[in-house]
């Protein structure tokens, strides 16, 4: 599947709210299919050729503020979001836990299971977030080897080691999250609760839209790793999710090695 058709498909199968936020593949892609047109009248260095790739950095760099936006405010609610759900099982535990103020079994269950519910709505949004970063650096590199390789340029490298440093492309602090959440849920959730690592192989906890469109991001990232056995410097980082392809087992993910975009 070509990139352009992917993120097409990933823009109609993201969470509400999320679609305009992804990047604008088309519009840079007709914008260096109009650069190249006249490039060869151009000599590298000009003054037309120099605001022609003025333009597409231009376009660029507000991609990447967007990202950047949308990103950190997902972050810091993901945060805050993380915070209360811990909260909500000490409050849970505390009052009608088996020790708790006012011990009541079923009150706790009921409780409990509203709370894991949220939990495993919570872990897809993050795993879709990590997908986000991902896709769009992929677009990013894909784009700017396009134009290299239409114009002549050599914009490519440069820039790319400046997307390495934005805030969208570091996912450490959200595949710690990911990682404590998973751990909620082994310990508060033990087997044989019917939470397999965040995501449920079923129907009736997490809701079908969640599972269905942060299984569709996990076979995502397993794509645009798929080009070449090669690790370099446009390589997307490993995949930070521990034991994912146990979530959807059916699928038979392997996503374990960093892969080069191609």
């Not at 409780?111 to 495993?120: S, T």
């Not at 930070?240 to 960093?258: F, K």
Request: charged fraction near 25%; aromatic fraction near 10%.
């Amino acid at each position: 599947m070509k990139f352009g058709k992917r993120l097409k498909q990933q823009i109609q199968e993201t969470l509400p709210g999320w679609g305009d936020k992804f990047l604008s593949y088309k519009e840079l892609k007709k914008l260096v299919k109009l650069i190249s047109s006249y490039a060869p009248q151009m000599m590298s260095g000009s003054l037309e050729y120099g605001k022609a790739e003025a333009e597409f950095v231009y376009l660029l760099n507000n991609e990447i503020d967007k990202f950047n936006a949308f990103f950190m405010e997902q972050e810091e609610d993901f945060i805050i979001r993380h915070k209360e759900l811990q909260q909500r099982i000490g409050r849970v535990i505390d009052t009608w836990g088996p020790n708790g103020s006012q011990p009541s079994e079923t009150d706790c269950k009921e409780e409990l299971a509203k709370i894991r519910k949220d939990i495993v709505d919570f872990h897809g949004e993050m795993v879709l977030l990590i997908n986000y970063s991902n896709i769009n650096y992929t677009g990013l590199a894909k784009i700017l080897k396009k134009y290299d390789k239409r114009t002549g340029g050599l914009l490519r490298s440069p820039y790319i080691q400046k997307v390495l440093q934005q805030p969208f492309f570091t996912t450490d602090l959200i595949s710690k999250l990911v990682k404590e959440c998973e751990s909620t849920i082994d310990s508060v959730f033990p087997p044989p609760c019917d939470v397999e690592r965040g995501l449920v192989l079923g129907s009736g906890v997490a809701g079908e839209g969640i599972f269905r469109i942060t299984v569709a991001a996990l076979l995502t990232m397993q794509e645009i790793r798929k080009g070449s056995s090669t690790y370099g410097r446009f390589s997307l980082p490993p995949l930070n999710l521990p034991d994912q392809s146990d979530v959807i087992q059916s699928q038979s993910l392997q996503l374990n090695s960093p892969i080069a975009i191609p």
